[in-house]
């Protein structure tokens, strides 16, 4: 038996990054090319495939998300789990995308509330080769942190290991057992202490409470060809549709060969003729130029930017504020983004503004704002009289993303000091901020939540909500302009 395996394509199907026009040697029609489909393999997907890309963003629009199963289907997948992203655009949407795939999908812990989902189960038993072959499925249960509430209205998604603990009990006779996690890795891959705690990722949790043979992970968008937990094999292919596992299984001795496999970007072009029209369209639609800026805001690297600052964060954080109305302002990047050229254009926007989060404004008062900001500039350490990233921002898994940018406010910062003593006096139109002042502030929903160390922003008051995508908030607010500047 074969199992071709996919997870976070995040909607990169056609050969491009949507940075611009050039083919690159990535995308899932790419991988797909190679996947061989009968009886006695399985093809598998781990989730986050209908949010991501400038592909997944431009049917969102359409409300379409079933021309996404159509490519699923072609594909011939078998088995599809579900990710935190593919809860961003809310019951309906994800119904439609679940609904029109032939693929079963598996989930454990997702509960459907208004019961219009008939796809969905916690498990499947297939047969192979004479063989019982067992599947399960689950996704972080963090979804009920991140999400907006609005987008799990009719959800319930339940705790992910007891969920699977009990879909495992269908499948425990099984000759061969499979989990299609939507979580990752928690434990150093190299002497195998656990590093993660808080449960967003707990696959040594799910391998050693049960009896399983294969590991499917994702999330993390790590690149993990073999592991072994306490005699569960585990894998995780990447992201963005460049990487595919390949799993050869005997399933009379269980042995068992893992490899991740790169993709060239060649595929089957009349297969998918549809889907390269599609793309035509979508790449006319994103460089329409909406408006004229005074110059270039193009990103440079990470690190100078949280060191220097950043003419491009100034100018997100500065729209942010007139359309909010709020004090200061907070922005963050993804760990890739394209920036902004004097002819602004959807695409350079969509790239640029890449996930599908919210404005918030909420009261902060002096004391959390100094938390917050010795917080976020623990992503910069010493390295003797230089600086760097600090690492844990680096690895296990990239995430550049946890640093953010804020607008509107001076204040003074020591490298030298501990985390929680690097800031100073800080300022608000020249006037010190004191602990007991407050200040409006405006960020993303994502950061609200409170992950990744900033506690202290869960509690604020929430002022005011902007319950539209960021993306589409900086598409209508510069496409009523014919010029901005910083």
Not at 301 to 322: C, I, P, Y
Not at 341 to 348: F, G, N, V
Not at 351 to 379: A, E, M
Not at 400 to 425: A, S
Request: hydrophobic share 35%; aromatic share 12%.
């Amino acid at each position: 038996m074969k199992i071709f395996y996919t997870s976070d394509v995040h909607g990169y199907f056609l050969p491009t990054d949507y940075m611009d026009q050039q083919p690159k040697a990535m995308g899932l029609l790419s991988a797909s090319k190679n996947f061989q489909v009968n009886e006695d393999n399985l093809i598998i997907d781990c989730g986050d495939m209908i949010q991501g890309s400038v592909y997944d963003y431009y049917l969102m629009t359409k409300s379409q998300p079933e021309k996404i199963s159509a490519i699923m289907n072609k594909i011939s997948y078998s088995h599809i789990g579900l990710g935190n992203h593919d809860f961003n655009y809310g019951y309906d949407y994800l119904k439609d995308y679940v609904n029109n795939l032939q693929a079963k999908v598996l989930c454990a812990n997702l509960v459907d509330l208004k019961g219009e989902i008939k796809n969905l189960a916690a498990y499947d038993i297939v047969e192979i080769q004479g063989k019982k072959v067992g599947l399960i499925g689950a996704c972080t249960d963090f979804v009920n942190i991140w999400e907006q509430k609005e987008n799990l209205k009719y959800f319930q998604v339940k705790d992910t290991l007891q969920s699977l603990i009990e879909a495992y009990d269908h499948i425990k006779d099984c000759d061969f057992k499979i989990c299609i996690y939507h979580g990752g890795v928690d434990f150093n891959i190299e002497d195998y202490t656990i590093e993660e705690t808080k449960g967003e990722n707990i696959a040594s949790k799910i391998a050693s409470s049960l009896d399983l043979d294969l590991l499917l992970t994702g999330h993390q968008h790590r690149q993990i060809e073999d592991l072994s937990y306490q005699g569960t094999r585990i894998i995780q292919p990447g992201s963005n549709g460049g990487l595919y596992g390949e799993i050869t299984v005997d399933l009379d001795t269980k042995a068992m060969d893992l490899k991740l496999r790169p993709v060239d970007g060649d595929f089957d072009r009349e297969k998918f003729q549809e889907e390269i029209e599609e793309n035509a369209l979508i790449n006319d639609f994103i460089d329409q130029k909406i408006c004229q800026l005074d110059k270039d805001y193009l990103p440079a690297d990470r690190l100078t930017m949280a060191l220097q600052g950043s003419a491009l964060a100034d100018l997100v954080n500065k729209v942010q504020r007139e359309v909010s109305g709020a004090q200061i302002s907070t922005t963050s990047f993804a760990n890739q983004v394209l920036g902004f050229s004097k002819d602004l254009t959807i695409r350079q926007i969509i790239n640029t503004l890449r996930f599908p989060n919210t404005l918030l404004v909420c009261q902060i008062d002096g004391k959390s704002l100094r938390q917050y900001l010795n917080k976020n500039y623990q992503f910069i350490v010493k390295d003797g009289e230089d600086f760097k990233i600090n690492p844990k921002y680096l690895q296990p898994k990239l995430s550049l993303y946890n640093f953010d940018f804020l607008y509107g406010l001076d204040f003074q910062i020591d490298y030298d000091q501990d985390f929680e003593n690097r800031i100073g006096k800080i300022f608000y139109q020249g006037r010190e901020v004191q602990d007991t002042d407050s200040l409006s502030l405006v960020m993303n929903n994502y950061r609200k939540t409170g992950v990744s160390g900033f506690d202290m922003l869960v509690d604020l008051k929430v002022l005011k909500e902007i319950n539209f995508d960021l993306a589409q908030i900086f598409i209508d607010f510069f496409s009523e302009k014919k010029f901005y500047s910083l």
